[in-house]
Every structure is written in structure tokens, then in C-alpha cells.
Nanobody, 122 residues
């Protein structure tokens, strides 16, 4: 599976962005999907995920209440809507897919995109 994330950019604090992740090579419907991010000098952290089966969503503490993950299996695309962005949201955002039903840890994911940079200015 090849993943291509897009939609990053520079935004002012309080603004919003929607990230997209397009998949090719295999149907998105066969995977749990997720977003991670890595800020400069920090470890990669879990942002959000949607399981392979079911409609429950899972969010990291920093994303709760502000970010929304969604998927369009027909378009083979994953989204991350981010609202009320803060300077601490500045990071490279990665999309990833996992073969297991639930996945919130890096090691549980099987394929990764290259990431898209989000910069939030104060």
C-alpha cells in the first residue's frame, strides 16, 4: 500500500486545516487507519485512528475535541480535520494503515506515508 499525505501548510493559531491521505495499491477498506505526528525534537505521537471494523474513533489527548478523523473508502482516502489549531500542533503529520482491527501504537501499523508539514504560527 502506498500512502500520500497532503494538506499541510502554514496557518495562524485558531485556524483550521484538513489533511488528506490517499492510498493506492490496495483498498483502504481492508485496514485500520490512523494519523500520527512528530514535532521537532520529539517522538512521534498518536493523533487519531479509525478501526477496520466499526465506526468508533480514537484520539490522542492533544487531539480530543479539536480534530476529527474520517475515511472515504470509496475514494480510498483518509482525512483529518483540525480545528482551533495551536502552535504546539506544529509537526509533520503522518498517515498510516494497520492490518489489525484496532491500532493506536506505532508498531501496530504496517504502512506509512511520508508526512505533511503543519506549521501553526502564534
Amino acid at each position: 500500500v502506498q500512502l500520500q499525505a497532503s494538506g499541510g501548510g502554514l496557518v495562524q493559531a485558531g485556524g483550521s486545516l484538513r489533511l488528506s491521505c490517499a492510498a493506492s495499491g490496495h483498498s483502504f477498506a481492508s485496514y485500520t487507519v490512523g494519523w500520527f505526528r512528530q514535532a521537532p525534537g520529539k517522538d512521534r505521537e498518536f493523533v487519531a485512528s479509525l478501526p477496520l471494523r466499526g465506526s468508533s474513533t480514537y484520539y490522542g489527548d492533544s487531539a480530543k475535541g479539536r480534530f476529527t478523523i474520517s475515511r472515504d473508502n470509496a475514494k480510498n482516502t483518509l482525512y483529518l480535520q483540525m480545528l482551533n489549531l495551536k502552535p504546539e500542533d506544529t509537526a509533520v503529520y503522518y498517515c498510516a494503515v494497520a492490518k489489525r482491527n484496532y491500532a493506536q501504537c506505532e508498531y501496530e501499523y504496517d504502512y506509512w506515508g511520508h508526512g505533511t508539514l503543519v506549521t501553526v504560527s502564534s
